[in-house]
Nanobody, 123 residues
Framework: QVQLVESGGGLVQAGGSLRLSCAASGLTFGYYAMAWFRQAPGKEREFVAAITRGGISTYYTDSVKGRFTIFRDNAKNTVYLQMNSLKPEDTDVYYC????????????????WGKGTPVTVSS
């Protein structure tokens, strides 16, 4: 059974930093591209960042470029999202995703989801 377990969310002031982690089990981690999405209540889940299977290439939505960094440790079956210079508009539930697609920027390309971790940025 595939499990993606996120951690690291919480409350932070604007300008602060958080690091999200996602531990994967039940799959061959290195065969999957990994991504982070986020979703606010009543809104669609949106792409934040993705990293290819070997970790060579990364992709970001425009609003987080230069502030967020996605990276992975295939030996630990874990993907991370380092979030710096956080803004109130980054407040959302953040979801980890695993996909056999090369670059999973769309919800429909994701094979497995975590349950999410909430991030709240206060102004």
């Amino acid at each position: 059974q595939v499990q993606l377990v996120e951690s690291g969310g919480g409350l932070v002031q604007a300008g602060g930093s958080l690091r999200l982690s996602c531990a994967a089990s039940g799959l061959t981690f290195g065969y999957y591209a990994m991504a982070w999405f986020r979703q606010a209540p009543g809104k669609e889940r949106e792409f934040v960042a993705a990293i290819t299977r070997g970790g060579i290439s990364t992709y970001y939505t425009d609003s987080v470029k230069g502030r967020f960094t996605i990276f992975r440790d295939n030996a630990k079956n874990t993907v991370y999202l380092q979030m710096n210079s956080l803004k109130p508009e980054d407040t959302d539930v953040y979801y980890c995703a695993a996909a056999r697609a090369a670059v999973p920027k769309k919800v429909e390309l994701v094979d497995y989801w975590g349950k999410g971790t909430p991030v709240t940025v206060s102004s």
